[in-house]
């Protein structure tokens, strides 16, 4: 029952798409500047298809009809309602129907608050729209759809990854769908542009809003995967260069690149064909991330399941999007020379992006080479940690400068009267650096310097934020986000010196002494939950230093259904300092593993990071910066 | 000039999508039953009771060696054993390789449940049973005096694996 409608819904919602190319197409002939009423309402019915289409998915999640196989291989009776819900999107066919959802819901919002710009862009732009809706409809239709049904109806499902039951992973997914699917619309507007010869500052204010929108929703997004990180995985890290974390980040470069060259193209119109290339970029990058994740080509905790068959269709669709854009683009690219002034505002923002740029490839190559070698030479290797931090921290002290300078830098002109003062600010920072060595001896050169130009961007936001006061001018969005940004480097810099990590072995009632600490294993405790059994340990940890008492939590958790042991990490944590523990049983003895870790600065890494978002938020609310 | 350039943008796209399509086709599920047919490999390991080494390479001796991993830990272990005293009752020669375990525990297991190996040998940190292609235990394999691997069984035998193992070491 609940399968027949589903896939009533999803072919409905197909056919509407269909109807609005149609349509549109027949609309672009006809003169007058208005968008026949009738593409409206298709509009809307497609979208309230879809969205039924997901509820019903939702309430065979809720009410665990296991006649469809998808709930059946993704979720279980005794499972919290939360978990329920959010096991709708923790599998591909799931996650994929929320991506449409999103892309239909965007597709029906961009044409309904674009009434002012033209008739003919506005068109175009719903016609590539829906040319993706049915592409991965036709996807989810044919290879991977979530109404499939199953006979005979089993009794109880299979369950979903334990490792999945966490309140951050259950918001992760779909913020970050918001932000990927977010940049579909500038994708679309962006071709749409270059066919109508769409004028280039009227293009950056209709696609600004959802520049910073997917922005927003792209940042929190992955905050929230880095949180949920830290708690469950238990290795204490929050950010691990992993393949599919970088398909979040690449395009979340490529956003950032664009909000801020949209501002060139918005006030001066030029550098328009930059523009529409990061436009285009940054929702092929977001494609390219779900071909990664989805084919199973990577192994990483988000790979779905092995299934060449789904990167096989993605991967097509992925090269027919590529190579028309890329056909569009040399069919209809207007040839315009940019003229820049040395120093001036732009020239920074430019900066900027070339950074964002060189970040992107060098995580690029970080992910792909491993495929690429694999493929020619048969060799297995993984690109770690250590060479994004060679390659990308050096580069970190002349970003960190020019996103200083940028905000005083004039428009149009190289005028700066600031030489003096900016000297002075990199002298404090340099003074207060000194001040933290002398009590620190960190050695190492480069994280001296990357400090150094982080409290120098915290100073000049700061001096920046009072020329605002003074001018009566405010740019409080970008105010917020720069200080943040400068804080977020100095927090995760001071976090990579001072983290502390112990390993050690201990039996249940033992205590053991490790410089100023004193660990013990009190006892355990073993409780039976809802759908999982833990056992808990208690640990006392005794600063003797400071002769201060912490107690902590860690629990080995065995999931029923499907059966899987999770260890959770406690932490206890303060402003400064967290402390974190995870405890793991060692088979075949008495004594358990634990990881015992200081980590200065996380809350205010997390914090940092809201507010790089929170930056951009602002700037979505209708209060317009006074002039 | 804008030709060349989106020329070469193109090509070298394409180039790069056949890689991608490629890396399609890569087996990625850990397999080992391409291992059947392979010979095992040459690898000392320590006599559980003895501060002895014993060769693998020795096992050519034998007409037909089964190799079992086993743990006193391991569950499965305990369900499947009673397949191997009835094989080693038909006097198939079975060489039992202890796998992450205490000596103690090890012993315990034999003495409670019988002892059907005419070799026990101890591998406690689990790597060199990796070599073997083991990922799991129980695992069991049987060998020809070549060396080269006949069977291999992932996860407890049963009734129908121990005949197998019979008609193949030619003793049913």
Redesign the interface.
């Given at each position: 029952m609940l399968s027949n409608l589903g896939n009533l819904f999803i072919t409905l919602t197909l056919l509407s798409s269909f109807l609005l190319i149609y349509y549109s197409a027949v609309g672009l002939k006809k003169n007058g500047s208005l968008i026949p009423e009738k593409i409206f309402r298709i509009s809307k019915t497609q979208c309230l298809f879809t969205i039924l289409s997901f509820f019903i998915l939702l309430v065979a999640y809720i009410f665990s009809d296991f006649s469809l196989i998808n709930v059946y291989e993704n979720s279980h009776t005794t499972k919290p309602l939360l978990y329920k819900i959010s096991g709708v999107w923790g599998n591909h066919e799931g996650s994929l129907l929320l991506w449409i959802v999103i892309l239909v819901i965007f597709s029906l919002l961009f044409l309904n608050l674009n009434k002012l710009a033209d008739k003919k862009f506005r068109l175009f732009t719903l016609i590539f729209q829906n040319i993706l809706i049915s592409g991965f409809l036709i996807f989810l239709i044919t290879n991977s759809n979530p109404f499939s049904k199953l006979y005979p109806v089993p009794n109880e499902g299979m369950g979903l990854n334990p490792i999945l039951q966490d309140p951050a992973l259950a918001i992760h997914p779909p913020l970050l769908y918001l932000g990927f699917v977010g940049s579909s619309i500038y994708f679309s507007a962006a071709l749409a542009s270059l066919i109508t010869k769409y004028n280039g500052s009227n293009f950056a204010k209709t696609i600004k809003f959802w520049v910073l929108t997917s922005w927003f929703f792209q940042t929190i997004g992955i905050l929230a995967g880095s949180i949920w990180a830290y708690y469950e995985l238990g290795w204490g890290g929050y950010w691990f260069w992993d393949p599919v974390e970088n398909s979040s980040l690449m395009p979340w470069f490529l956003m950032t690149a664009l909000i801020h060259s949209i501002l060139i193209l918005e006030k001066k119109n030029d550098i328009y064909l930059w523009v529409i290339i990061l436009s285009i970029l940054t929702f092929t990058m977001s494609v390219t991330g779900t071909f990664l994740v989805r084919s199973g080509i990577l192994n990483s905790v988000h790979t779905f399941a092995n299934d060449p068959s789904r990167g096989l269709y993605i991967l097509i669709f992925l090269s027919i999007m590529i190579f028309s854009s890329l056909y569009i683009f040399y069919k209809y690219a207007p040839s315009k020379k940019s003229n820049f002034q040395f120093l001036s505002k732009e020239f920074f923002i430019l900066i900027n992006n070339w950074f964002m740029i060189f970040f992107l490839i060098v995580v690029l190559i970080g992910t792909l080479y491993p495929i690429v070698l694999e493929v020619i030479s048969e060799q297995k290797i993984s690109v770690g940690p250590p060479y994004y931090v060679i390659v990308m921290a050096p580069f970190l002290i002349p970003f960190l400068y020019f996103v200083s300078r940028g905000p005083q830098a004039q428009w149009f002109s190289a005028q700066s009267n600031n030489k003096k003062k900016n000297f002075l600010v990199l002298f404090f920072s340099v003074v207060i650096i000194l001040v933290f060595f002398y009590f620190t001896k960190v050695k190492d050169v480069l994280i001296n310097l990357i400090l150094i130009f982080s409290i120098y961007l915290i100073l000049q936001t700061i001096l920046d934020f009072f020329r605002n006061i003074k001018k009566n001018y405010f740019n409080l969005s970008r105010i917020i986000s720069h200080l943040a940004f400068g804080f977020l480097i100095f927090f995760i810099s001071i976090n990579s010196i001072f983290s502390t990590e112990y390993d050690l072995n201990l039996k249940n009632g033992e205590k053991i002494k490790l410089d100023n600490y004193e660990i013990e294993l009190k006892d355990l405790n073993i409780l039976n939950e809802k759908n999982y059994k833990k056992i808990v340990g208690n640990v006392i940890i005794r600063d003797q230093k400071k002769d201060t008492f912490e107690f902590l939590e860690p629990e080995i958790r065995v999931y029923n259904m499907p059966e899987t042991v999770t260890y959770e990490a406690s932490i206890k944590s303060n402003l400064f300092f967290d402390t974190y523990v995870t405890m793991s049983n060692l088979s075949g003895s008495e004594f358990y593993n634990l990881k015992f870790q200081r980590k200065p600065f996380m809350i205010l890494i997390w914090l940092s990071i809201i507010f790089i978002g929170v930056g951009g938020f602002l700037r979505l609310l209708p209060m317009r910066q006074k002039k | 000039m804008?030709k060349i350039i989106?020329t070469i943008?193109?090509i070298s796209?394409f180039l790069f999508?056949i890689?991608?399509?490629?890396?399609?086709?890569?087996n990625?599920?850990y397999n080992t039953e391409e291992l059947v047919g392979k010979p095992i490999p040459s690898i000392n390991l320590e006599y559980l009771n003895e501060d002895k080494y014993f060769n693998t390479s020795d096992l050519s001796k034998n007409q037909f060696t089964l190799i079992n991993f086993f743990?006193?830990?391991c569950g499965p272990c305990r369900k499947e054993h009673k397949y191997l005293i009835s094989l080693s009752e038909k006097n198939l020669k079975i060489v039992g390789i202890n796998f992450?375990?205490?000596k103690q525990?090890a012993n315990q297991f034999l003495n409670d449940l019988g002892n059907p190996y005419y070799l026990t040998l101890e591998d406690n940190t689990g790597k060199k049973s990796v070599d073997f292609g083991v990922y799991g235990i129980p695992e069991t394999i049987l060998i020809n005096k070549n060396l080269l691997i006949i069977k291999k069984y992932i996860g407890p035998i049963d009734k129908k694996d121990m005949n197998e193992i019979l008609r193949s070491s030619g003793i049913k």
């Open positions: - | 804008k989106f943008i193109s796209l999508f890689i991608l399509f490629d890396s399609l086709k890569i990625r599920v743990s006193s830990w992450k375990d205490k525990n």
